[in-house]
Nanobody, 116 residues
């Protein structure tokens, strides 16, 4: 049974930093494209960042230069380092695992609250 478990969310002040982690119980983790998405209250889920099996990365324009996605295949874990956080980035952050569009899995999310 595939599980994606996010951690690292919490309360952070505007301008602060936070690192999210997602541990995946997936065989052949290294072949998956791993991604982070977020859903703010009353809004649709949106793409944040992704990292391919060859460690190529892609970011939403709104987070470029502030967020960094990385992966540790030995630990079956993907990370999202977030800095210069803004109040409007308060959301539930979800981890996603995708393989060639055929296999797609989601975590349950971790809440990030950016507030003073």
């Amino acid at each position: 049974q595939v599980q994606l478990v996010e951690s690292g969310g919490g309360l952070v002040q505007p301008g602060g930093s936070l690192r999210l982690s997602c541990e995946a119980s997936i065989s052949s983790f290294s072949v998956y494209t791993m991604g982070w998405y977020r859903q703010a209250p009353g809004k649709e889920r949106e793409f944040v960042a992704k990292i391919t099996s060859s460690s190529g990365t892609n970011y939403a324009d709104s987070v470029k230069g502030r967020f960094t996605i990385s992966r540790d295949n030995a630990k079956n874990t993907v990370y999202l380092q977030m800095s210069s956080l803004k109040p409007e980035e308060t959301a539930v952050y979800y981890c996603n695992a995708n393989h060639l569009g055929l296999l797609n899995y989601w975590g349950k999310g971790t809440l990030v609250t950016v507030s003073s």
